[in-house]
């Protein structure tokens, strides 16, 4: 069994930077990848970031050259570095582990961008 607990989100200004962190819990087989995701009220869910097994990130196109993230093997965490901050990334956070076919995800962390 996997659990995953999101940590890390908060207000911030615009401009601003924060830091994300899921931990993972249980026994994980074969991870293919660590990934997060974000949900804006009444929007659909959308990739933000995720990183493979092998270390490679790829990033949505409206966090590119903002947002970087980052695995820990050891902990089996998954962090997100979010820099220069905008209010359109006003979104709850999931964290997300896929072991297909299966996915797992965490239950959420609010981050507000606002002045």
């Known amino acids: 069994q996997v659990q995953l607990v999101e940590s890390g989100g908060g207000l911030v200004q615009p401009g601003g930077s924060l830091r994300l962190s899921c931990a993972a819990s249980?026994?994980?087989?074969?991870?293919?990848?660590m990934g997060w995701y974000r949900q804006g009220p009444g929007k659909q869910r959308e990739l933000v970031a995720l990183?493979?097994?092998?270390?490679?990130?790829n990033y949505a196109d409206s966090v590119k050259g903002r947002f970087t993230i980052s695995i820990d093997n050891a902990k089996r965490a998954v962090y997100l570095q979010m820099n220069s901050l905008k209010p359109e990334d006003t979104a709850v956070y999931y964290c997300?582990?896929?072991?297909?076919?299966?996915?797992?995800w965490g239950q959420g962390t609010q981050v507000t961008v606002s002045s």
């Open positions: 997300n582990i896929k072991r297909y076919p299966l996915d797992y």
């Open positions: 249980g026994s994980i087989l074969s991870i293919n990848t």
């Open positions: 990183i493979t097994s092998g270390g490679s990130p």
